[in-house]
């Protein structure tokens, strides 16, 4: 089991930057997959961005793709994920999820270790 906390969510405005963390605990990160999700009010929780354990692969969703970028570090068991050109329908709670030897897939089954999650509101 591995243990997730979340920071650097807050209130931006249309067109900032944000950089959300993602530290681990509990387990080393080097095994395991390591995704972002959102979930807005009245909406499912949807997949980000998702960093597979090896290195080999990166994955974001569409509506994200070109904006955020998503980045490890093994050495710090942290996690990151860079939201630039932010817009208002970003605006959401932010999820730090992770998978033992995962393929960095985008369902919320997927991933078994979750943290509580950091809030993110962009005005426009």
């Known amino acids: 089991q591995v243990q997730l906390v979340e920071s650097g969510g807050g209130l931006v405005q249309a067109g900032d930057s944000l950089r959300l963390s993602c530290a681990a605990s509990?387990?080393?990160?080097?095994?395991?997959?390591m995704a972002w999700f959102r979930q807005a009010p009245g909406n499912e929780r949807e997949f980000v961005a998702a960093?597979?354990?090896?290195?080999?692969?990166?994955n974001y969703a569409d509506y994200v793709k070109g904006r955020f970028t998503i980045s490890r570090d093994n050495a710090k068991n942290t996690v990151y994920l860079q939201m630039d050109s932010l817009k208002p329908e970003d605006t959401a709670v932010y999820y730090c999820?992770?998978?033992?030897w995962g393929n960095g897939e985008k369902g919320n089954d997927d991933y078994t270790n979750w943290g509580q999650g950091t809030q993110v509101a962009v005005s426009s």
């Open positions: 999820a992770a998978e033992q």
């Open positions: 509990g387990r080393t990160l080097s095994s395991h997959t």
């Open positions: 960093a597979r354990w090896d290195g080999y692969r990166t």
